[in-house]
C-alpha cells in the first residue's frame, strides 16, 4: 500500500466522508480511491473554514479534514488555521510538502515550524512506517482536553513509497476528567454566599455536550445565564435564565446584569477578553472552570478553580448543590431572577420596535435582522455571521434554541470567514437550513465560495446587507475618509451571484424583506444555493444599534 493511500484509509476507518481541499495534492486522489469525497473550494482559507464549520456543527464528532498544496497553497492556509486555534476547533490539516530533497531551501515553505504556534500538533510524515501513529496522535489530541488543529505534512516523494507493515489502525477514544471534590464544595460555598451570581458560558460548554447539564444547574442556582459569542446555542436562549450573548456587542440581558453580579461562575472558558467574549467588571469574586489549567488566572484573578471536563464539573456542582440545599429543605438556592428577565425583555421589545419595524429606504439592518428572526425556524437552523457590524446586530438579538444552531466565532475575526463556514455547516448538517449573514466588504474576501455551493450542491441562503461601504472604519481613518472617501465601495452583488449560479435577489423595499427570506429559505430546504442582496442604510447615526458593555 502507498503512503498517500494508507493516511485515506486511516481517514476512512475514523468515519471521514468529506475533505474540503485545493488541488494539487496527492491525498486527494487518495481519498476517493477509498471512496472519501473530495469538495473542492476557491481559496484555500475557504476550505479551511469549511473544515472548521463542519467540526463546529458536529461538536467533534466528525473532524472536519481540509487539504491544499505545498508552498502557496500552505501559506494561504495560515489565516483560517489561526483562526480554528483561537477558536479552539480540531480540525486535520493536511498540505501537501516539498519533496525531501528540496528541503531547507529558500524557496521552499517549511509548513510544520511555521504552523507550530498556530496548532496543538504539528509533524511531517517523513517516514511511510510511521503513519498511522501520527494519525493516532493527532486525532487523540483533537478529541483530549482543549479541541484545536493539527497539521501533518505528506512530502510528495514520500506520498509514493510503500507502507510495508499492516494497517491495524483503530481511532482513539476522548477521554475526560472531573474536578477536584475539595473544590466543587468552595466553589458551592461561594455561589451559596453571592447575593446576585451570574453564570458566563464558554465554548467548552458546547464541546462537551454539557447544555442539558447547564440548564438544569441554572434551575437549581436560579442565575441568570449569559454565553460568549463563540459559546452562543450553549445555553438556549429561549430559557427564561437566558441573558444572551456577548463579545464586542453584548445583549441587553448582558448588559443589565453583568455590571451588578457579585460571583461569575465561568464555565467551559479561558477567560480571556477578545472580541469573541464580553469583558467581567473589576473586583468581583470568579470561580473558573475550564479543561485546561493553563487557561488559569490569565486576565482576572480567582477565587476558586475547577479543572475539568465541562459536563462532569456541572453534574458535580449540580449534585453537591442538591445536597447543600436538601439540608435546609430547599428545592433551589431561593433566588429568581426570571421575572426580572422577563421584564427586561419586554421593555427591550418595546425599545427596540421603531428599529426593528422601520419603514425607512434604504432599509434599516436591524430590520433585515427582525425579519430575518421570525422568518428562521432556530430549531431548523445553523447560523452564522460575519466580522464587524454584521454580527453586533445579529448575535445579540438572534434567539439560538439549539446547541450549535448559531456558529459564533470571533476571538480572530478575519472578515470574510462565514461563508465558508456557512457551507461547512450545511455538509455537517444536511437536515438543517444553513444561513451567514454577512456585508459588503466581508463579501469581498469570500465572494468565489458561493460558485463552490453551487457547483458541489450545497444548499445555503447567503444574507448580505449592503450599504456600500466599510462601516466604522472611517471612525479610526478619519483624515483619510475625509480627503479620499476610503470607506466606500460599490457593486451590484446579485448580478454576481446570479453570474456564479445561485438564486440571486436585490431587495430595496422593506416591505419586501420579510417575504423575500420566507421564499429563500424555502427554496434553501428544496436544495437549492440562495443569494440575498439587501440594501441597506449606512450606519453614520445607527451606532446606538449596537449595546456595548463599557471596557
Known amino acids: 500500500m502507498r503512503a498517500s493511500l494508507a493516511v485515506a484509509e486511516v481517514l476512512r476507518r475514523e468515519g471521514v466522508e468529506y475533505v474540503f481541499c485545493i488541488p494539487a495534492n496527492k491525498m486527494i486522489d487518495a481519498v476517493a480511491e477509498v471512496g472519501i469525497r473530495p469538495i473542492v473550494g476557491r481559496h484555500e482559507r475557504g476550505v479551511i473554514n469549511m473544515a472548521d464549520a463542519y467540526s463546529r456543527t458536529s461538536n467533534g464528532e466528525k473532524i472536519g479534514v481540509a487539504m491544499v498544496q505545498q508552498g502557496p497553497g500552505a501559506e494561504h492556509a495560515f489565516g483560517s488555521i489561526a483562526q480554528a486555534y483561537s477558536d479552539s476547533v480540531p480540525l486535520l490539516f493536511l498540505p501537501q510538502g516539498d519533496a525531501r530533497s528540496a528541503r531547507g531551501l529558500r524557496t521552499s515553505f517549511d509548513t510544520i515550524e511555521a504552523f507550530k504556534p498556530i496548532t496543538k500538533y504539528a509533524a511531517r510524515l517523513d517516514d511511510p512506517r510511521m503513519i498511522q501513529e501520527h494519525l493516532r496522535r493527532a486525532f487523540q489530541l483533537m478529541r483530549s482536553g482543549r479541541p484545536g488543529p493539527v497539521v501533518l505534512e505528506l512530502p510528495l516523494d514520500v506520498a509514493d513509497e510503500t507502507v510495508e507493515q499492516v494497517l491495524n489502525y483503530e481511532p482513539p477514544i476522548r477521554y475526560r476528567s472531573a474536578a477536584d471534590p475539595k473544590d466543587i464544595e468552595k466553589a458551592v460555598d461561594l455561589l451559596l454566599a453571592a447575593e446576585r451570581p451570574l453564570i458566563r458560558a464558554g465554548h467548552g460548554v458546547l464541546w462537551a455536550s454539557a447544555t442539558e447539564e447547564l440548564a438544569e444547574f441554572a434551575d437549581l442556582l436560579g442565575a441568570p445565564v449569559a454565553t460568549t459569542y463563540v459559546a452562543k446555542s450553549a445555553f ?215 460558485e463552490t455551493a453551487v457547483r458541489n450542491k450545497i444548499p445555503v441562503l447567503v444574507v448580505l446587507v449592503n450599504n456600500s461601504e466599510m462601516t466604522g472604519y472611517g471612525d479610526h481613518q478619519r483624515i483619510a475618509q475625509e480627503r479620499f472617501g476610503h470607506k466606500e465601495l460599490s457593486g451590484s452583488y446579485a448580478e454576481i451571484g446570479s453570474a456564479l449560479g445561485a438564486q440571486s435577489y436585490r431587495v430595496t423595499d422593506p416591505s419586501d424583506v420579510g417575504p423575500m427570506l420566507r421564499k429563500a429559505i424555502g427554496d434553501v430546504e428544496a436544495g437549492g444555493t440562495v443569494f440575498l442582496e439587501i440594501i441597506t442604510a449606512p450606519l453614520r447615526h445607527r451606532i446606538a444599534a449596537v449595546d456595548v458593555i463599557p471596557r
Open 236 to 450: 438556549p436562549e429561549d430559557h427564561p435564565l437566558s441573558i444572551g450573548s456577548g463579545g464586542t456587542a453584548v445583549s441587553p440581558g448582558i448588559k443589565h446584569f453583568v455590571p451588578d453580579a457579585d460571583v461569575f461562575l465561568s464555565i467551559g472558558a479561558s477567560l480571556l477578553n477578545t472580541l469573541g467574549s464580553f469583558h467581567l467588571p473589576a473586583g468581583r469574586t470568579i470561580i473558573q472552570s475550564t479543561n485546561d489549567p493553563d487557561d488559569l488566572s490569565l486576565q482576572y484573578p480567582i477565587a476558586s478553580a475547577l479543572v475539568g471536563d465541562a459536563k462532569l464539573v456541572l453534574g458535580q456542582l449540580t449534585d453537591a448543590l442538591r445536597e447543600r440545599l436538601k439540608s435546609s429543605k430547599a428545592t433551589s438556592a431561593g433566588r429568581d431572577v426570571r421575572a426580572e428577565i422577563e421584564k427586561l425583555n419586554e421593555d427591550v421589545k418595546q425599545e427596540w420596535a421603531p428599529l426593528f419595524t422601520s419603514d425607512e429606504v434604504p432599509i434599516s439592518p436591524l430590520r433585515v435582522v427582525s425579519e430575518l428572526i421570525e422568518a428562521l425556524d432556530p430549531d431548523k437552523a445553523v447560523v452564522t455571521h460575519d466580522s464587524g457590524y454584521p454580527r453586533d446586530h445579529l448575535a445579540p438579538h438572534y434567539r439560538a434554541t439549539k446547541p450549535r444552531g448559531y456558529l459564533g466565532w470571533g476571538n480572530s475575526t478575519p472578515l470574510g470567514s462565514s461563508l465558508g463556514l456557512a457551507l461547512g455547516a450545511a455538509m455537517a448538517a444536511p437536515d438543517k437550513v444553513s444561513v451567514c449573514f454577512l456585508g459588503d466588504a466581508a463579501f469581498g474576501q469570500c465572494a468565489m465560495e458561493l
